[in-house]
């Protein structure tokens, strides 16, 4: 008796060639998509991040110099009064700067930046597969 739903061998290598064509046509689908929505929210975003980091920056000078300016007021030593303002601000700023971006840095490496969603499905895909290989033997 033959089967009807019985292939031959060359018949089940081109079945199984088309099946991983569309398996990986799909996951880089996926991952395009995860990237590509990613992408939008980062050039959306990115206009308004220049302006505000140029609006900062320059609120930033004008504080320093009044932070300098009241220093120098508190600090009258004569000739170095200035100097030492500068070295005061400076000495504070390199302090808060190297703590924001130490938190900035741990944050980035908590979520990171890789497609969660894509390299869940890849890893259920390659457990299923691992599964599949070993019921067939």
């Not at 990237?35 to 920056?57: C, D, F, S, Y």
């Not at 110099?65 to 009064?81: K, R, S």
């Not at 490496?109 to 599949?132: A, C, Y």
């Amino acid at each position: 008796m033959i089967n009807a739903h019985s292939k031959t061998v060359p018949e089940a290598i081109t079945a199984l060639k088309e099946e991983l064509k569309e398996f990986l046509s799909t996951r880089v689908a996926m991952l395009r998509s995860e990237l590509g929505e990613k992408m939008q929210i980062i050039k959306r975003a990115a206009p308004m991040l220049i302006l505000g980091l140029v609006l900062l920056a320059t609120a930033w000078l004008a504080f320093t110099g009044f932070l300098v300016c009241i220093l120098a007021q508190a600090f009258d030593i004569g000739a170095w009064t200035y100097v030492v303002s500068f070295a005061i601000v400076t000495v504070v700023y390199a302090m808060a700067g190297g703590g924001a971006a130490l938190f900035a840095w741990k944050q980035i490496k908590r979520v990171g930046m890789k497609p969660k969603r894509t390299m869940h499905v890849l890893e259920q895909d390659r457990i299923w597969l691992q599964t599949e290989a070993r019921t067939q033997l």
